[in-house]
């Protein structure tokens, strides 16, 4: 990401960019989009948003921070310290989100206002609630016209949620491969076997795809739309929530959706993992702004982080454990819950690689938490030490990483079903190749386990 100029991320809009100045993120507002604008901020809509939670509040700075003459306003938004990515949400956070932009566009309409876009990538999670960052996705709503991001809702919002709601919540990972959100014909073909008697359903993806189908084919008439009044707009808002709001998925049944009723450890041992953690977290300089737990499952040790107010984003592989955490009723708004396969990371997607960021690119945290980890990326996933070592001083300033010899219960759980071809798979060589990326400032083995737990300083 440039340390200066427009963010790779935001070409698609003639309203507006974002771009960096210095230390600075913000958003020009180009002339065209002056009118739009002007409403949105005089009007009161923006100021209900603010106060409803569902819009990032930004303040007006000086014009001539713009990037260009065409410039009316330069906004300053309030600053995310991190960015996540719809196929890193969980099912509720997904529905959370499609909930929140159903809301925006019903309270926008009380204002002769419209959303014209409706990306999931314009939601970000802040305390746990889904929020509106981008401020130019208004438009002035023209009596008679339809919902123009219907389209686009339905393949960011409708699609993957029905398709993990009734199919598999795995699907998701399709919005990885589709940017612009699941063709709707893709998701109707997989769900129709499940979902042909929803009528909600049958409304908004199946039909759909199938009158998208037809638009698309060569001669067919293109018919302008139009008589789509206000009170329609408004029923069709209310259709689609009461179809995202009534679908479920359970977090069960998965690997590792309950991994702490299954764990080698003892409540002293747990206890005392508990006490580490914290006491290395106290050691770490300077006081650490953002954690990443990798590996978290519901969030058990991530919590020790979030409830000291450091913002955590805490990792897992396991969509139930990932969904579990997020619903979890909980003062605790510094942590974010998402799902990661850390052997297949997210990658850097999008037009020239540049509108998503990759794992990598997000970082690096002040520190990265690995805790009963290791042995399932050098065992489990036959990743070498010190690739290990590598990627975890590519993404962190500190580590707090426990050991897990093979006579720990759970690798002999791993080596049970498969040759062991780890020769190297020992505490010795492991200290010795983590060294050659960190200094290790700590060592205390768990008590009531075989285990050790290690606090490292990147080199």
């Known amino acids: 990401m440039p340390a ?5 991320s935001s070409f698609r809009d003639p309203s507006g960019f974002v771009f960096r100045k210095g230390d600075l993120l913000l958003r020009q507002v180009n002339r065209s989009y002056e009118a739009p604008f002007r409403r949105l901020m005089d009007s009161g809509l923006h100021r209900e948003l603010c106060d409803a939670g569902l819009i ?3 303040e007006e700075v000086d014009l001539e921070l713009a990037q260009s003459e065409d410039a009316i306003a330069v906004i300053k938004p309030q600053r995310l310290n991190f960015v996540s990515y719809p196929y890193e949400w969980s099912f509720s956070q997904l529905k959370a989100a499609a909930l929140a932009t159903l809301d925006i566009q019903k309270r926008t309409l009380h204002y002769g206002m419209t959303l014209k876009d409706a990306s999931a990538y314009n939601i970000q999670f802040i305390a746990r609630k889904p929020v509106l960052i981008d401020t130019l996705s208004f438009d002035l709503h023209e009596e008679g016209q339809p919902w123009q991001p219907y389209r686009q809702f339905c393949q960011h919002f409708v699609a993957p949620l029905v398709l993990m709601s009734h199919v598999d919540v795995r699907l998701s990972k399709l919005l ?3 940017i612009d959100g699941i063709p709707l014909d893709l998701a109707s073909r997989l769900s129709k076997p499940y979902t042909r008697l929803n ?6 993806l199946h039909l759909h795809a199938q009158m998208q189908a037809k638009a698309a084919k060569p001669g067919h008439a293109q018919t302008k739309p139009g008589g789509f009044g206000r009170n329609a707009l408004l029923g069709l808002i209310d259709s689609l929530h009461g179809l995202i709001d009534r679908l479920e998925w359970k977090p069960e049944g998965t690997e590792w959706a309950n991994y702490y009723d299954d764990t080698n450890y003892s409540d002293r041992s747990m206890k005392e993992k508990h006490r ?4 290395f977290l106290e050691q770490v300089e300077p006081i650490p702004a953002m954690v990443w737990d990798l590996g978290a499952n519901n969030g058990e040790f991530s919590r020790i982080a979030s409830q000291r107010g450091i913002e955590t ?10 969904e579990k955490n997020y619903l979890m009723r909980s003062e605790d708004k510094a942590m974010l819950p998402l799902v990661l396969d ?4 997210s990658p850097a997607i999008g037009w020239a690689n540049r509108e998503r960021d990759s794992l990598v690119q997000r970082g690096p945290a002040d520190v990265v938490m690995a805790l009963a980890l290791i042995h399932h990326l050098a065992i489990g996933n036959n990743v070498p030490l010190s690739d290990v070592a590598a990627f975890m001083g ?3 300033k500190w580590l707090i990483i426990e050991f897990v010899p093979k006579d720990d219960s759970q690798v002999q759980r791993l080596l049970a079903t498969r040759e062991d071809v780890f020769p190297n798979y020992d505490q010795a060589s492991f200290e010795r190749t983590f060294e050659g990326r960190f200094q290790i400032v700590s060592r205390t083995s768990v008590a009531d386990s075989k285990r050790t737990m290690y606090l490292m300083r990147s080199r």
């Open 313 to 322: 984003i805490a990792w897992d592989i396991d969509p139930a454990a990932v």
């Open 56 to 58: 990032i509040p930004h």
């Open 394 to 396: 590519s993404i962190g």
């Open 176 to 178: 990885a491969g589709y």
């Open 4 to 8: 200066e100029g427009r963010l790779g």
């Open 342 to 345: 850390l052997t297949n990371p």
């Open 199 to 204: 009528a909600r359903i049958a409304m908004h």
């Open 276 to 279: 580490l953690v914290e006491e």
